[in-house]
């Protein structure tokens, strides 16, 4: 063989081994133990799972993290005992944009919202939907939409009332799956999409949905909204609708201390926990919990003394003290001693005390009464004195914001309350005016959280520095 | 079979048949034999090697006959004698002096081998005997103050820490900034967070590389000389060329070493008296009465009888000793190298060590005149001792959080728990990572004609590497006996190449050379995870687990593997015209898995051409020049060094997604980038190298511009989107600077002094950013940020002004420049830079007779360091210990001090938080390091025959030995644990408890036999 033969043999050799390597299917190598955006939902079921998913990360928000935070802004919780500069910081209401807690609940806040957006992409392409499948997915994404922009909107802006257009700025609203950068919706427009949001799903969603959300979970969160809007009617109107449903207020007041294989009838929407491995009570556990720990976050005295001036009050039992008398004294709350639960969104208890407190403010005392007497009445049992009359008058209100913060102290209400009393308590038939939280203003800036630093952009405005003090 | 049997019986037969013969001795200028070296008959293939004592003969000769001999070495001079042979044998001596001729060494370059003369691009090579000079705990740190632009931060204290290297600056933010790092033909598996940065250490990928492999390392800077690695060499390339026989004979050598070593520097916190004083001191500076309420509700009882000095219990004397043994062998047909490897590499760090045990044997066979034959075969086994570092413990704790009024002990002899105590994880905590490694190849080459070679290389990188942590009862506090993880790491990376060289002499003027190639590689990791409780030890301890018991407990999952490929094809055209004149064209395509099929493959083009001017007549009347050669060089060079699969938008698989309300879920994960493609550099260069009387000094300049755009980056996009983060091409980014470096034969007589110094000044620049803000990349915690305008790596801080005298608050800028009490993040501004203005290193070595010595100093000019732990350290008092600095504070009105006044309430500080970030702990990073000191003595050889020992050198290696700076925390050249590959490219120069290098003095034993 000659050379030159040899020489187109061997390139012949070398070029068809490049061709051969040189295939596109060498490259093309996918991720595994993941699906491709393009395969992951392509059926009714695939649907149900991705829906799912948005109560799951929900209720992974909803597990004592957003309690938290607003339990941090409030007058009953005392500096946290781990000094976590984090929760230091949001308790000291000054937060600024690198604290990775508040940046992280803002984030986490809008993931199931990007899932419910990405669902639209779905509902015309999947075979198998039935027209009764995409009204209830429907109305359940708007549910939890209208849940996640809700929570958003009390933490990062100033509250409704705050302005009397309420066109300060709120937050952005995620009505489709994108990752543009948008500006700040005003409250008053966040408020007018949740309450969008709502009505959708009370249009839509069924009247029972086992644990998911259905039409009476919506109208409660619906009067909730209200109730901050200081829309008293709107609120009454379906607050009525919601506690004519199945409805009855538990005999225990250990709401968060059972093992919570079930609901309990209180419920009118929580998130379950099924076992110890399916906790969805893990960061109340982890902050609040003080039978096994020393707690991260503890009671400030104050909260404790209300609790316990009454000998005769059960709700003692749910909080405790440390080390008394001595010069490391300190309070904790008992609600969340127990392995896991679940935690509950909006239960009858806290209907009670809203329509007491509507009702009180429109007059309607019996009513106000009659509910706030169901709280009464398990708090103190046996004892008919504490029992309210209609005798009150605008004095009942006072009753009534009391028992409110007797109830829900560490469940995340306080906050809120107090800023809804800010802007609107001065037109109280119990008129309260130069309300503060933890001698702050109701309105100072360090109520509202700084936005986390990644959201900023030219469009972006950010809230106000300087804290409230 | 019949003619490999010939070979060895014609090996083993190999003795002169004739008696008339010439006979002779080399030496070199010291009469030191010189061994292997090559004589050959010019116009014959008669030849000999010369032997342990340096002799040779050639026999066969015809009596009467004037015959030409050649004499070579590598390294020497090649010397061309007459000998005029007569009726007896013939007895000549040849004395060998050193080569000094900077245009005959041989580089590499991708894919093959140059004479520097020829060489177009920026080329820099290191050999094995600098390597070996410098006992370093990984290979690349030997690299640092050796090479003009290659800045190397060698990793910290810590046993097998990885350093940052960085060539010319770095052209990148998100996708990984460190060169390629190519070991004798396949570029290696360099991941550096296989482990994250568990126990605030990153995986070193380089450590189970043996140092006593390495024959030369080959750092290529140009795109003339990167672009023959296109995808993949926009941040340098580094090639790595391990030993081989290249002598016929056999020999045996040894070389080892013992040593200890201790920290450069090591903090002073405050003792109990101290630390209990000015808590005080900040509580009533606070306003409080009585005393203050200590950390950890320790009593004051308790803390005045507790003065544990949690510094000297964390750290100690480490021992370190390494021995080689080579073997190697060669004859006509066969050279053969083996070596094995065992050291033993105490940290300073009480319980932690790196074991090393390797092996490699690489083998050339000549099987025939066209066909050739090469093997590597490496095994190397390490094994890490871990322990906690920085912000996960030890000697990060005894820094921070490990107070003095904490003891280790409580009375009753248990451990106290009642507070952070090292001493307790590190005596009970088990952890371990073990690295078994594989690297292996062969490759063909076959002589097609004698201008055309076919060459085929296949290469195999096995890296498997498992952690294993073991956590006792005791440390738990649990009501089983122990719990232990595993996680273990497999990858698998190969490559081949197919490549045709084709060298033609058009003429006596023109050459001409071709070289087409094809290259694949694939890599694969596969991960596990297992857990499990009541075990008695690690999974390391196969009879460990204690199953029959209801406190056993095992989980296990497998992680998703991870796959890429690269399809290259490449080119490369050279030309020499006279012997002065070269040009190199080259040209790579790229495919990468990491790309859609829309932005797949990327094209890589280069040229250059270089001029050695001293072939040119007018330059020959210039005699003092005995080499100029001038260079320029541009080409495009690109980067894939991101994850594998961010162009995928993905859902989570139901199969392993938590369920609700028993249901499963399905989520989307990540966002995709089906455009994704390419962060690819244009680069100029040009350089110049020149040799002055007879290249007795000889020096090299070079300037280079780096462009690069659709720079890789990780943005972090709005949260209120669902998503934190997704990969994208944005930006650009420049580098362009001047490296100068030069060689001096100052004595060259039986007293010799060289010095070799270089310098390099690199302007980094980021240029754009797209639409995005400075905070959509950050470097981790660190603070630093892209900001257009500034380079990589910017430290954006709010100012810090002073302190103000009358309150002893500290006084900070604002966005306007206006002094404010308050922090506040938006105020932030670009205030510093991590990558230094310059880098170099200097070094002198002496010689006289049998002694040698060496010193070298590296030097870092400008750049910043921010000393993130100080905030905590020297700051708003916590239940951080402090530094003995804050004696140097504020206490009264008028006071002028270096610190605040102290204070328990951060608001002091104007801000919420007690960790802000500020200029207050923004240092000058200068520093010049006597980085190795080694004082040599060569054994004479007389004294050694008796012994049958060939040559013989002893030596004592100092390294790290002194520090200048004007930096006042631990240690100026600081590589941290990184969360990815944005901060490592961003977030060098930040120290947070991190280690301080380690001051090593080392005895080293050098024998051949």
Redesign the interface.
Known sequence: MNTYKKIFYISSLLIGSIGLSSCEKMLEIKPEGVLLADEAVTTPEDMQKLLNSCYDALANQYNGTVQLFGDLLSDDIEKPFDGNEFRTEIWSRNTNFFNSDVGGLYGRLYIPVYRVNSMDGFYDKIAGLTEADIKRMKAEGRFIRAICHYEAVKLWAQPYGYTSDNSHPGVPIRDKASQEPIQRSSVAAVYDFVIADLQYAIANLPSTNGNYADVNAAKAVLADVYFNMNKLAECRTLLDEVMAGPYTLSDSIDRFNQNLTGISNEFVFSFISNNANDNRGGQFIDRYRSDTKVPDVGLRKEIYDLITSDTTDIRARLVGVVNEGQANEFFVSKKFNNDYFGSAYITLTKLLLMRAEVAAETGDLSTAVTDINKIIKRAYPGNTAKEATTALGADLLVLIREERRKELFCEGDRTYYMKRLGAFGSSSVKPVTGVTIRSAPWNCPGLALQFPSTEVTSVFILNETGGCN | MKRYLLLIFTLLCSTSMYAQSIRGKITDPTKEPVIGAGVVIEGTNIAAVTDALGNFSIGKLQPNTKYKLKVSMLGFQTIYREVQTNSTDVSVSFTMREDTKQLEDVVVVGYGTKVKREVTGAISKISAKELNDLPVPSFESALQAKLPGVQVTTGSGAAGSASVIRIRGISSISAGGDPLYVIDGIPITQDYFLNGNAGALNNNPLSSINPDDIESIDVLKDAAATAIYGSRGANGVIIVTTKRANKNGTSFSYNGSIGVATATALPNMLNSEQYLQLYQEAHENDGGVGLA?LPN?ISWDDARKTNTDWVDLTTQTGIKHRHNVSMTYGNKYVSLLANMSYGKDESYLVGNRFDQTAFRINGDYRISKKLKMTSTSSYSNGLNKRVNTAWAGGLGSAMSTALPIFPVYNPDGTYFTGGDNPVRIQELKKWQTVENRFLNGIGVD?N??DE?V?SAKGNYDYMNLVDDQYDPQLLLNSTHIGSATRNSRITKNYNYN?Q?NYTYKINASNKLSVMVG?E?Q?SLTEGKFKTATNMGNGFYDGEAKVEDSALYTYFSSE???E?????G?YTRLSYGYNNKIFMDATFRTD???RFG?NN?YGYFPAAAISWLLTEEEFMKKIPVISTAKARVSYGKSGNANIP??ER???????N??????????????R??NPNLRWETSWTFNTGIDVGLWSDRVTFTLEYYDRRTSDVLMQL?????????S?WDNVGSITNNGVEFSFVTRNIDREFKWTTNFNIARNLNEITSIG?Y?E??VSGGTNDTRVVVGQPVGTNFLVRYSHIDAATGRPVYLDINGVETF?W???DRVAVGAVLPDAIGGITNTFSYKNWDMSVLFNFVLGGDIYESSAKRQLGVV??WNMRTDIFDRWQQPGDNAAFPRLTLE??TYG?????INTTMWLHDGTFARLRNLTIGYRIPKAKLQKLKIESARISFIGTNLLTFTKYTGLDPEIARDFENSTDRNMSSNITYLTPPQQKSYNLQVNITF
């Open positions: 309420r509700n076959y097609l004609t055309l076919l197919l045709l094809h694949y694939n992680n998703s593997p796959q890429w490929a690269f399809v094809y495919g990468s898995s099929a797949r594998n699969y995928f938008g993905t859902y989570a698989n139901p392993s997604t938590p369920n609700y309300n028993g249901t499963g879920t399905t989520f989307p994960t966002l995709d972090a996009v709005p949260p209120s989107s669902g998503f934190s997704y639409k803000s905070d959509a308050n506040d993040p938006k916590t239940n951060t608001a801000s919420p938080t007690p960790w």
